[in-house]
Structure formats: structure tokens, C-alpha cells
């Protein structure tokens, strides 16, 4: 099904990005990110995860942002930053405060 959900969609000209409504479409998923998607959890709760080109790295996408979870990487490429709820994607459930707090924290 296509729903709209209440995403932070981070481009690499941006320094924190910006809160949106979009459509969660696999089409529009693709659309945003410029290719096939992959999912990488941020936060595991509440679960907040980001979405990002796939073959990124491999097209030498702009340089977006480094993130240090699990290991420090360089993010490339547009991302959108979701919630999921019972497997399917869902409103961001945290503040656009806290990501620039959480963004600020890795990219350093």
C-alpha cells in the first residue's frame, strides 16, 4: 500500500536536512534515493531506521555524512530517516532535535 509518512529526508547539501511528508512507495523510496534501497537500523527503540541508495559508494555519490553505530562509515548520497512499527514504515518517532543531536554526535 502507499502511505504518507512524516520522514527527515537529509541530502548532502544539507546540514541537517528537513522534515517532510512522502510517500513510502517502493517507487518513491527508489525515487528519493536515486536507486535501490537499503535499510540501515539507527536507533533500536524507539526503532528509527535510515534509508539509503544501496550502490551509493559504488556510484560515488556526494558525501553526506559519517555515522558511527555499530562502526565509524561515510554515508553518501540523499537518505530518508524513518520509524517502523509491526515491519512497515512509519512516522519518524523522534524529534528533529534529536537527530541533529544524534547526526552532531557521529559527524565529527
Same mark, same amino acid.
Given at each position: &500500500?502507499? %502511505? @504518507? @509518512?512524516? !520522514?527527515?529526508?537529509?541530502?548532502? *547539501?544539507?546540514?541537517?536536512?528537513? !522534515?517532510? /511528508?512522502?510517500?513510502?512507495? =517502493?517507487?518513491?523510496?527508489?525515487?528519493?534515493? #536515486?536507486?535501490?534501497?537499503? &535499510?540501515?537500523?539507527?536507533? *533500536?527503540?524507539?526503532?528509527? !531506521?535510515?534509508?539509503? /541508495?544501496?550502490?551509493?559508494?559504488? +556510484?560515488?555519490? $556526494? @558525501? /553526506?555524512? +559519517? &555515522?558511527? @553505530? %555499530?562502526?565509524? #562509515?561515510?554515508?553518501?548520497?540523499? !537518505?530518508?530517516?524513518?520509524?517502523?512499527?509491526?515491519? *512497515? =514504515?512509519? $512516522?519518524?518517532?523522534?524529534?528533529? *532535535?534529536?537527530?541533529? +543531536?544524534?547526526?552532531?554526535?557521529? $559527524? /565529527?
Amino acid at each position: &500500500m502507499d %502511505y @504518507r @509518512r512524516k !520522514v527527515i529526508i537529509k541530502r548532502p *547539501d544539507e546540514e541537517f536536512g528537513h !522534515v517532510t /511528508n512522502i510517500s513510502t512507495s =517502493l517507487e518513491n523510496l527508489q525515487k528519493t534515493v #536515486d536507486g535501490p534501497i537499503e &535499510m540501515v537500523t539507527l536507533i *533500536d527503540s524507539p526503532k528509527t !531506521v535510515m534509508i539509503c /541508495n544501496e550502490e551509493g559508494k559504488l +556510484r560515488k555519490l $556526494d @558525501r /553526506n555524512f +559519517r &555515522m558511527c @553505530r %555499530y562502526f565509524p #562509515d561515510i554515508i553518501v548520497g540523499t !537518505v530518508i530517516i524513518c520509524g517502523v512499527e509491526n515491519e *512497515d =514504515l512509519a $512516522d519518524i518517532p523522534i524529534s528533529f *532535535d534529536a537527530w541533529k +543531536r544524534l547526526l552532531k554526535s557521529w $559527524d /565529527n
